[in-house]
C-alpha cells in the first residue's frame, strides 16, 4: 500500500465544515458539521423540512452551499459539480432513465467514464448479481416492481464503485414487508462492498435498525449524533427523545445534584432523581425523560418490597389501559398536573382502570433536560 | 365513438384524395386542353420523361429537410429557455404563438419589407457601410425562401418541443450528472431521447407545411425557387392539365408517406 493511500484511509470518508445553504430567506440548512467515517452506515433523520435532504445534495454537489466546505476522502469538493465527485447516489422516486434497458441503465456511469465494452458488461453484470436481478439486462425500467427499480437503482449507483453512496429515503415508496427486507440487504451490502453509506430518512424504525450512527436533524441543525443506542438512551435534547421513540416528560425544578444524578421536584410526584451527568444549578426548570417502556407497573396495595436504591417510586391512578396485542398501555395520572405512559409486555393479566397503581423505574432510565 | 371520426376522415380526407388519385390517371389531351375518363398511365409517364420534375421534387424535399433541421436548432434553446429558465411559462409560450395570430402571408410579407432593396436589412447595412448600395440579392432567392420558411414554421416546433422538455423529469438529469455526465453528455444521452418524439411532431409540421407549400415562392423566391407546389398549381390553375397535378400530388403523398415511415420507425408517433 502507497503512503498516498495509506493517508488517503485515515482521513474521514465525508467531511462538512460549517456548512449552510439558504435559499432566498429560508436557512434549510444552519452551520452543520459532520464527519462520516470509512465504510460508516450514517443516517441523517428528521422530519420533513429539517434539512437533511438539502444535506445529502450539497454532499452530492446538486446544491452549492452558501458557506462552508465539503471534503471527500480528505479532497476539497465544495466547487466541484457532481460529475466530478466521486459520489453516486440513490434517488427517492429511482430516476431511472426510461429509454434505456436495465443494463444500459446500470452501465451509463461507466460508458460516462469510457471504459471499454467488455469491462462495462462484466461490472453491469457483477452489479446487477449483487442486487440478484441476473438476466434481467434487457428489460425495460417499466417491467419492473417498485422493488425491482430500487435494487436497479442500487445497482447503476454501486458499479461505479464511488466512495461515498447517497440514499435520500430510497424506501419510501415501497410497502412495508418489501422496505423490511431491503433494509436488511441495504445493511449487508454496506458491510459487504465497504462503501460509506449516508442514509437520508424520516422513519426512525429505519433509522435505529440500520444505522452505525445517526444525525437527529431539526431546523436545519444536527441536534444529536450518535449510535442507535446513544440516541435513544440518552437523548440530548427533548425534541430527540420525543422524535426517537416515545418519551414522558415530567416537568420540575433541580433540588439537588451528586455524582451525575440531579433531584428533581415535580408536582403530584416528589422528588424523582435522573441522570445528569453536568452540574445544574437547584432551581432551574429541567424536564425527565422516561422511555413508557421502562416503568414497572404494579398494584399499590403491594409493599414496595425489592425497590432498590436506584429506584424512583411513584403512586398514582390508572386512567386507561389499551390493549395492543403483544404489549398493554396504560395512561397514569400523577395528581392534577402530570401523567405517564406505561408500556409493559402483555403477561395475561390487565390492571384495572380506577384503581390506584404504583409505578417504579431505575434511575439510569431517566434523564434530565434542559427545557 | 369511433364511427363519426371514421365519417369525418372518409367524407373529408380519403375521398378528396381517392378522386385525386383516380384523376391521376385520366387522359388529358393537350391539343383541345380538355381531360377525359380514359384510364391511362401517359401522365406518370410525363413525370418520368421529364427531368424537371424530379430536380424540383428533389430540391423541395432538400428545402423542406433544411427548414427543419434548422427549425430544430432555433427551439431548442428557445424551448429549453421557456420549459427551465423563466418562471411566467404561459407568457412565453404565448410570445412563441403570437405570430399564429396574423397571417401567413402577412409574415411572408413582412420578409419582403425587411430585405427588399429599400428594406430594413439593406438600410442598416448602407448606413453601417458594410454595403455601399442595397443589395437586390438579398430578396427574390433561394435564401430569402428558406429564411421565411423558417421563420413562419418555428412556432410548430416550439411548441411540441416545449411540451416534450417540460416532461423530463428534474431528476433524471440530475441522475445523468451525479453518474459522471457533464453538460453535453446529459443533453445527447438523456434529453434527446426523451424529447425526439416532440422532435418528430414538429417535424412532420416543418416538413409537410414547406413540401405543400407554394405561396412563398410567388412572394420571395427568384426565377429559379419555384417548388413541387407550384408546379401542382401550374397544372390546375394554369395550363388545366389535371390529370398531370394529380399525379404530381401523388408523387408529393408517397413523400410524405415514407417520412412518416421514417418517424414512426423510431417509435416516437406510439409514444404521442
Known amino acids: 500500500m502507497s503512503v498516498s493511500t495509506y493517508m488517503n484511509a485515515e482521513a474521514p470518508s465525508v467531511e462538512l465544515r460549517g456548512v449552510s445553504k439558504r435559499f432566498g430567506s429560508v436557512s434549510a440548512v444552519d452551520d452543520v458539521s459532520l464527519t462520516v467515517r470509512k465504510g460508516e452506515f450514517l443516517t441523517l433523520l428528521g422530519p420533513s423540512g429539517c434539512g437533511k435532504t438539502t444535506s445529502l445534495r450539497i454532499v452530492a454537489g446538486f446544491e452549492r452551499p452558501s458557506g462552508g466546505t465539503i471534503h471527500i476522502d480528505g479532497q476539497a469538493v465544495t466547487a466541484l459539480p457532481p460529475n466530478k465527485r466521486n459520489v453516486n447516489t440513490v434517488f427517492q422516486n429511482y430516476a431511472l432513465f426510461p429509454h434505456m434497458n436495465l443494463a444500459e441503465n446500470v452501465g451509463f456511469g461507466l460508458r460516462m467514464k469510457r471504459l471499454g465494452r467488455a469491462d462495462i458488461e462484466r461490472r453491469v453484470d457483477e452489479a446487477m448479481a449483487l442486487v440478484r436481478l441476473e438476466g434481467l439486462g434487457k428489460r425495460k425500467p417499466t417491467q419492473l416492481s417498485g422493488g425491482q427499480q430500487q435494487r436497479v437503482a442500487l445497482a447503476r449507483a454501486l458499479v461505479n464503485r464511488p466512495a461515498v453512496l447517497l440514499l435520500d429515503e430510497p424506501l419510501g415508496a415501497l410497502d412495508l414487508k418489501l422496505r423490511r427486507a431491503m433494509q436488511f440487504e441495504l445493511r449487508h451490502l454496506n458491510q459487504s462492498v465497504g462503501i460509506t453509506f449516508i442514509y437520508v430518512t424520516h422513519d426512525q424504525e429505519e433509522a435505529l435498525t440500520m444505522s452505525d450512527r445517526i444525525a437527529v436533524m431539526s431546523g436545519g441543525r444536527i441536534l444529536q449524533i450518535g449510535t442507535a443506542q446513544e440516541i435513544y438512551e440518552a437523548p440530548a435534547t427533548r425534541f430527540v427523545a420525543d422524535f426517537i421513540g416515545e418519551s414522558n416528560f415530567l416537568e420540575g425544578t433541580i433540588s439537588d445534584w451528586e455524582n451525575g444524578v440531579a433531584t428533581v421536584d415535580v408536582a403530584g410526584a416528589g422528588a424523582i432523581r435522573a441522570r445528569c451527568v453536568d452540574r445544574i444549578a437547584t432551581g432551574i426548570p429541567v424536564s425527565v425523560a422516561l422511555r413508557p417502556e421502562r416503568i414497572i407497573i404494579e398494584p399499590s396495595e403491594q409493599p414496595a418490597a425489592g425497590v432498590g436504591a436506584g429506584e424512583n417510586v411513584v403512586r398514582g391512578r390508572l386512567l386507561e389501559a389499551v390493549y395492543a396485542g403483544s404489549t398493554l398501555q396504560y395512561a397514569v395520572s400523577l395528581g392534577d398536573a402530570a401523567q405517564l405512559i406505561v408500556r409493559s409486555p402483555n403477561l395475561g393479566q390487565a390492571a384495572g382502570v380506577g384503581n390506584d397503581v404504583s409505578l417504579r423505574w431505575s434511575i439510569a432510565d431517566c434523564s434530565v433536560l434542559v427545557a | ?272
Open chain 2, 1 to 272: 365513438m369511433l364511427g363519426p371520426s371514421v365519417v369525418w376522415l372518409g367524407v373529408f380526407y380519403l375521398v378528396p384524395l381517392a378522386l385525386l388519385l383516380v384523376q391521376s390517371f385520366w387522359t388529358y389531351d393537350s391539343v383541345n386542353v380538355v381531360t377525359n375518363q380514359t384510364p391511362t398511365l401517359d401522365r406518370y409517364r410525363a413525370l418520368a420523361s421529364d427531368p424537371l420534375y424530379r430536380d424540383v421534387l428533389w430540391k423541395t424535399v432538400r428545402l423542406a429537410a433544411l427548414v427543419t433541421v434548422t427549425d430544430i436548432a432555433l427551439a431548442f434553446p428557445l424551448a429549453a429557455f421557456i420549459a427551465f429558465r423563466i418562471r411566467r411559462k404561459s407568457l412565453g409560450l404565448l410570445l412563441v404563438i403570437i405570430p399564429l395570430w396574423s397571417s401567413y402571408l402577412v409574415r411572408a410579407y413582412a420578409w419582403r419589407t425587411i430585405l427588399g432593396t429599400d428594406g430594413v436589412l439593406n438600410n442598416f447595412l448602407v448606413w453601417s457601410h458594410i454595403l455601399s448600395h442595397p443589395s437586390s440579392a438579398l430578396l427574390f432567392s433561394n435564401t430569402a425562401m428558406y429564411i421565411t420558411f423558417t421563420h413562419v414554421w418555428l412556432p410548430f416546433m416550439v411548441l411540441p418541443l416545449y411540451t416534450a422538455l417540460e416532461k423530463v423529469p428534474p431528476s433524471l438529469m440530475e441522475a445523468a450528472r451525479d453518474l459522471g455526465a457533464n453538460g453535453p453528455r446529459v443533453f445527447r444521452h438523456v434529453i434527446v431521447p426523451l424529447v425526439l418524439p416532440g422532435i418528430i411532431a414538429g417535424s412532420i409540421a416543418t416538413f409537410s407545411l414547406t413540401m405543400g407549400d407554394y405561396i412563398t415562392p410567388g412572394l420571395l423566391g427568384g426565377p429559379d425557387s419555384n417548388l413541387i407546389g407550384n408546379l401542382i398549381f401550374t397544372q390546375f390553375g394554369g395550363t388545366l392539365d389535371w390529370p398531370l397535378g394529380s399525379a404530381i400530388s401523388m408523387l408529393v403523398l408517397a413523400v410524405l408517406a415514407c417520412f412518416l415511415v421514417l418517424a414512426s420507425r423510431t417509435g416516437a408517433l406510439e409514444a404521442q
